[in-house]
């Protein structure tokens, strides 16, 4: 099992910045791919950006250039930093873990709002 805490959601205004962690407990030896994806109200859940164990990124359009995903494996925490947020980002971020060939388990946290007022 695995164990997923974020960090860092909240209320900051159009163009301002949040940084969000994810922290991972238990057994992270089984995973590879960590990543960040949101849920805004009435839409599905969608990527935001991901990161392998060999820091290999992968980002949504709509957050490239203002996004950076980053993952400290000593820490076994990844982060999101995000800059020159929008009104359209406010959603709930959800942290994802996603497991290494050979095992079959993908992991999610409880989820951290992120509210950008206009």
């Known amino acids: 099992q695995v164990q997923l805490v974020e960090s860092g959601g909240g209320l900051v205004q159009a163009g301002g910045s949040l940084r969000l962690s994810c922290a991972a407990s238990?057994?992270?030896?089984?995973?590879?791919?960590m990543g960040w994806y949101r849920q805004a109200p009435g839409k599905q859940r969608e990527l935001v950006a991901t990161?392998?164990?060999?820091?290999?990124?992968n980002y949504a359009d709509s957050v490239k250039g203002r996004f950076t995903i980053s993952r400290d494996n000593a820490k076994n925490t990844v982060y999101l930093q995000t800059n020159s947020l929008k009104p359209e980002d406010t959603a709930v971020y959800y942290c994802?873990?996603?497991?290494?060939?050979?095992?079959?388990?993908?992991?999610w946290g409880q989820g951290t709002q992120v509210t950008v007022s206009s």
């Open positions: 994802n873990a996603r497991p290494r060939v050979g095992f079959s388990s993908e992991y």
């Open positions: 990161i392998t164990s060999q820091f290999i990124t």
């Open positions: 238990g057994s992270i030896f089984t995973i590879n791919t």
